[in-house]
C-alpha cells in the first residue's frame, strides 16, 4: 500500500476517533474536530445539545455565522438539527503553527434573538509530509578538518504540528559523518578525518521523519566535496533574532539586519545571506541583502493575515561552509480596518401595528483589529422609530421605539454607523430600507358630516342627486371604497325604490319620479365600506329635498262645476256699490309662488256691473243695482296660478238680483201634480223633518239665550258654510298660510251639486257683508236639489223652501 493509501487510512480513523470526543461544554458547545473533514459531515446534533425541538430551529431561523471570515465552513440542517461541514478545513491554513487551532461559530436564533458559541477545535491530521527546501545541499568540507567538526544543516519543514510534525533525523550509515540534532539545530559531526586524496566527494542521503500514523518523511541529498583547506564556517552573532513591525509598513522598510563572521581570511572568510525555510505565503513578503544581511519589507504587511513571522537564515562562507540562525519578527496591530455592518436578518415589510419593542432585524458588526482598535460602538439615526439593542457580543438587534403608522410614513431609510475605538477611529455605516405594510385601521371618512340633494319633481328616473366622497388612508383594497344605501323606508316603501348609489363613485342616482305634492324631503343613510379583513365602515346622512314645479292647475273649491248642476246666488236689488255678493273659493295644490292665485272675470252678462278681488276671488258690485240691470247675470271666472308656465281654471258663477224668490219667472208657474202617487208621501215625510228641526233648533236658541249674559250673535251670522263635498281630502283645514287667505260671512246656502248635509263653517273679518235681510236666497228647485230630484218633485222643494224662510224669519225675531 503506497503512501496515499495509508494516508486515507489514517483521515478515517482520525476522523472515527476524534467524532467520539465530541462534547459540549456548558452553555457554549466546544466540539473537536479533525481536519479534512469531507463536505456533508455531522459535526454535532445542536436541537439536542441545546435541548431544541426542529419546529423551534426553523420557526427561529436558526444559522451558523463565522467570525472574521466569509467562509461558510458549517451550517445546521433544520430538518435534522445536525451542524454539517460545508468546506474543507485545512488547519494549517487557518492556524499555521499555531499549536491550538480553534475555529469561532456563532449560532444565532431569531425572535427573540438568542447567541449560542460554538469552539470547533481543529485537530491536526498527519496530512503534510516533512520537507527540505532543496533536494540537494551542496557542502564542502577542508580535508584538514578535526575530527568532532560540526556541520549545520538546514532542516526540514513539517506543515503539521505536534505528533505529527518531524521526529527524527536518520542520516545514511557512512564512513565519516555521523548526525547530531537537538531543538535548535540539525547539524553533521565529522566523525573519521577526510582525505582528499581518497575520497574527493560523498554523498549522503538524510530522511526526516515525522511521529503520524501512517508515518511521513521526506529526504534530501547531502554532496560533500572535499577541498583543501577552510577550516571555519561562518558564525551568526545571535542563534535567534527578534524584531517588531508596524502592519503596513511601506516595502523597503529595514526590519532587522543579521551578522555572521568567519574567522579565515580571503574567499573563505566571504560570508553570503539567503532565507532558509519560507513558506509559500511568505516568499514575497521579506527580502534578504546576500552581502549585508539586512531583511527589508518587499510585499504587503497585515496583522489581520498574519501577527507573525518566523524564517531560517543561512550565512555560507566562499567554500561552502553554513551556519543557520532564526529570525522571529512579530507585527504590531494599527486601526486600519473600519468596522463592517452585517444585516443578519430584517423583517420587511413591518406590519404598522406591531407594538413597540418588538424586534424586526438583527445586525452583526465585526472589525479586523484587535484590541481597542477592534472594539467597535454602534448607534442609529435620531428621529426614527427604532432602536439598536445590544444582545450578545457584536449582535445587536433593531427593535421598534414607538407605534407606527403607515397613513403618516410608509418607508423608513434607517442608518447604522459603526465607530470603533482606535485612534484616529473608523467608522462606516449601513443603510437599511423598511417599509410598513398597511393594516386595516381606517374607516372610510366622508369629506362632508351631511349631505344636501336637490332635486326637481317629475325628475327623470336614473338623474344624478348628489355625489358623496369618502376617504379611506389606508393602502390598496384596505382603502378601496365601496358605498351603498342602508335599509330604511320612506313613505311606507323601501328606502331603495327611491334612490341608487353607484357603488364606485358614489354617485346617487334617482330611482323613480318624484312628486312634491306627495313626498317634500327625506332622508337616506349612505355607508362607505372598505375591502379590508375584517372591513371598516362609516355612514352619512343625505337629505333630499324636492323642489315644486308647476304641475298643478287651480282647483276651483266654490262654485263647484258637477255635470249639468250649477250655482245661482241672489243679489238683492238694494245692494249698493261695492257690496260682496259671492266668492270663487280656489286652492292650487303647488307651493310657493306656484300656488299663488290670481282671478279675474272674463266674460259677464253686464261687464260693469261686478268686480272680483285679483287675490280674494271676492265678487262685488261696482255700482249700486238699477232696475235696468238684467235680472239674471252669468259671470265666467277664471283662476291662473302665478308658475312659469302659469296654469289656469274657469268656473261660472249664475247671479239673480230679486228680493224674493217668487219674483223669478222660472219659479211661478210651478205646477203641482196630484197624479203623482208618491208626492203624498213625500210631502208628509219633509213636513215631520222640517218641523222636527224648527223644534230643535227653537230649544238650542232658548238654551243659549239663557245661558249667555250679554246679547248673542246670530247663530248663521258671520258663517259660511261650504259643503264638505267641495274640499278634496288634502284642503279639509283651511288657514292663513294656503291659498284661502281669509274666510268670508255667508248666509247658509245649499247648492244645485250637493248630495250631503255636511258644511264647513269658517270665520270672516269682513265688515262689508251684505245685510241679513238682503242675504242670498235660494230657488225651490235648489232646495229640492238636497232631497230629490228637481224636476220630479219641485213643489217639495219649494216647500222647503218656505219653511227655511219661516225658520230664518223667527231666528231674525228673536235677535
Not at 203624498?680 to 236658541?701: E, G, M, Q
Request: glycine content about 6%; charged content about 20%; proline content about 5%.
Amino acid at each position: 500500500m503506497g503512501d496515499k493509501g495509508f494516508s486515507e487510512l489514517h483521515l478515517i480513523f482520525a476522523f472515527v476517533s476524534f467524532i467520539v470526543t465530541l462534547q459540549p461544554v456548558n452553555g457554549d458547545l466546544s466540539f473537536s474536530i479533525p481536519e479534512e473533514m469531507k463536505r456533508g459531515s455531522v459535526i454535532g446534533n445542536m436541537a439536542k445539545d441545546l435541548g431544541l425541538d426542529l419546529r423551534t430551529l426553523s420557526s427561529r431561523n436558526a444559522r451558523a455565522d463565522f467570525e472574521g471570515t466569509q467562509k461558510r465552513y458549517c451550517d445546521i440542517n433544520l430538518s435534522t438539527g445536525d451542524l454539517i461541514t460545508l468546506e474543507r478545513m485545512d488547519r494549517e491554513s487557518l492556524c499555521g503553527k499555531k499549536p491550538s487551532c480553534v475555529v469561532k461559530v456563532d449560532l444565532v436564533l431569531e425572535n427573540p434573538l438568542a447567541l449560542h458559541r460554538l469552539s470547533l477545535h481543529i485537530q491536526d491530521v498527519n496530512d503534510n509530509s516533512p520537507k527540505f527546501k532543496k533536494n540537494l545541499i551542496e557542502m564542502e568540507i577542508s580535508e584538514s578538518a578535526e575530527k568532532g567538526t560540526r556541520f549545520s544543516i538546514e532542516e526540514a519543514h513539517d506543515a503539521d504540528i505536534g505528533q505529527n510534525a518531524i521526529q527524527r533525523y536518520n542520516l545514511q550509515k557512512n564512513d565519516h559523518f555521523i548526525l547530531s540534532v537537538d531543538s535548535k539545530r540539525v547539524e553533521l559531526v565529522l566523525e573519521n578525518k577526510l582525505d582528499r586524496e581518497n575520497k574527493e566527494e560523498i554523498n549522503l542521503l538524510l530522511t526526516a521523519l515525522d511521529g503520524g500514523s501512517p508515518q511521513r518523511s521526506g529526504t534530501v541529498v547531502i554532496h560533500v566535496t572535499v577541498l583543501d583547506a577552510n577550516d571555519n564556517a561562518p558564525v551568526f552573532s545571535q542563534a535567534v533574532y527578534k524584531a517588531s513591525l508596524p502592519e503596513n509598513s511601506p516595502p523597503d522598510t529595514v526590519v532587522i539586519t543579521v551578522s555572521a563572521t568567519d574567522a579565515d581570511e580571503g574567499v573563505n572568510g566571504d560570508v553570503t545571506y539567503d532565507f532558509g525555510h519560507v513558506s509559500d505565503d511568505d516568499v514575497n513578503v521579506f527580502s534578504i541583502d546576500p552581502k549585508t544581511g539586512e531583511i527589508r519589507v518587499t510585499g504587503v504587511i497585515d496583522f489581520e493575515e498574519s501577527s507573525s513571522f518566523e524564517m531560517r537564515v543561512e550565512a555560507k562562507d566562499g567554500l561552502g561552509l553554513t551556519s543557520y540562525s532564526k529570525i522571529l519578527i512579530d507585527l504590531t496591530d494599527k486601526n486600519d480596518n473600519a468596522p463592517v455592518i452585517y444585516l443578519k436578518s430584517l423583517t420587511n415589510p413591518i406590519p404598522e401595528n406591531v407594538s413597540p419593542g418588538t424586534e424586526v432585524g438583527i445586525i452583526n458588526v465585526q472589525d479586523r483589529d484587535s484590541e481597542s482598535n477592534g472594539q467597535v460602538r454602534c448607534s442609529i439615526q435620531q428621529g426614527a422609530p427604532f432602536k439598536l439593542v445590544p444582545s450578545i457580543k457584536n449582535y445587536y438587534s433593531l427593535v421598534t421605539t414607538g407605534q407606527l403608522d403607515r397613513e403618516l410614513v410608509s418607508d423608513y431609510n434607517i442608518t447604522i454607523t459603526a465607530t470603533d475605538e482606535g485612534s484616529p477611529p473608523l467608522s462606516s455605516s449601513k443603510s437599511v430600507q423598511l417599509s410598513v405594510a398597511d393594516i386595516n385601521d381606517n374607516p372610510p371618512v366622508f369629506e362632508d358630516q351631511s349631505y344636501s340633494a336637490y332635486v326637481s319633481e317629475n325628475n327623470k328616473p336614473g338623474s344624478t342627486l348628489c355625489s358623496v366622497t369618502a376617504r379611506d388612508p389606508d393602502w390598496r383594497q384596505n382603502g378601496t371604497v365601496i358605498y351603498s344605501v342602508l335599509p330604511g323606508e320612506v313613505n311606507g316603501a323601501p328606502v331603495s325604490s327611491y334612490v341608487s348609489v353607484n357603488g364606485d363613485t358614489g354617485v346617487i342616482h334617482a330611482v323613480r319620479s318624484f312628486d312634491y305634492e306627495q313626498l317634500r324631503s327625506f332622508k337616506v343613510q349612505v355607508m362607505a365600506r372598505d375591502n379590508g379583513s375584517p372591513p371598516l365602515s362609516s355612514n352619512v346622512t343625505v337629505s333630499v329635498f324636492v323642489s315644486d314645479v308647476n304641475d298643478n292647475s287651480p282647483q276651483i273649491l266654490y262654485p263647484a262645476p258637477e255635470g249639468n248642476s250649477f250655482m245661482t246666488e241672489l243679489v238683492p236689488k238694494a245692494a249698493h256699490g261695492g257690496s260682496l255678493v259671492s266668492k270663487v273659493i280656489a286652492v292650487d295644490a303647488d307651493s310657493g309662488q306656484n300656488a299663488w292665485l290670481s282671478y279675474e272675470i272674463v266674460k259677464s252678462t253686464d261687464p260693469g256691473l261686478f268686480t272680483i278681488g285679483v287675490h280674494s276671488g271676492e265678487i262685488r258690485t261696482q255700482r249700486d243695482i238699477s232696475e235696468s240691470d238684467s235680472m239674471k247675470q252669468n259671470l265666467i271666472v277664471a283662476v291662473k296660478d302665478n308658475g312659469q308656465p302659469s296654469l289656469s281654471a274657469t268656473c261660472s258663477m249664475y247671479l239673480l238680483i230679486s228680493d224674493n224668490l217668487a219674483e223669478v219667472p222660472e219659479l211661478k208657474d210651478i205646477s203641482y201634480d196630484e197624479k203623482n202617487s208618491n208626492l203624498t208621501s213625500y210631502l208628509i215625510i219633509a213636513l215631520v223633518s222640517v218641523s222636527t228641526f224648527f223644534l230643535t233648533f227653537i230649544i238650542i236658541i232658548l238654551g243659549v239665550r239663557f245661558c249667555r249674559r250679554r246679547k248673542p250673535r246670530l247663530l248663521f251670522d258671520g258663517a259660511v258654510a261650504i259643503p264638505s263635498a267641495y274640499l278634496p281630502p288634502n284642503y279639509t283645514d283651511v288657514d292663513g298660510t294656503g291659498t284661502l287667505r281669509s274666510a268670508y260671512n255667508y248666509d247658509a246656502y245649499l247648492t244645485t251639486g250637493s248630495r250631503t248635509s255636511d258644511f264647513k263653517f269658517v270665520t270672516s273679518y269682513n265688515d262689508n257683508t251684505l245685510p241679513a235681510d238682503q242675504t242670498l236666497r235660494k230657488s225651490p228647485s235648489d232646495f229640492a236639489e238636497v232631497f230629490g230630484h228637481p224636476d220630479e218633485s219641485p213643489e217639495v222643494g219649494h216647500f222647503l223652501y218656505l219653511k227655511f224662510n219661516v225658520i230664518y224669519l223667527y231666528l231674525l225675531t228673536i235677535e
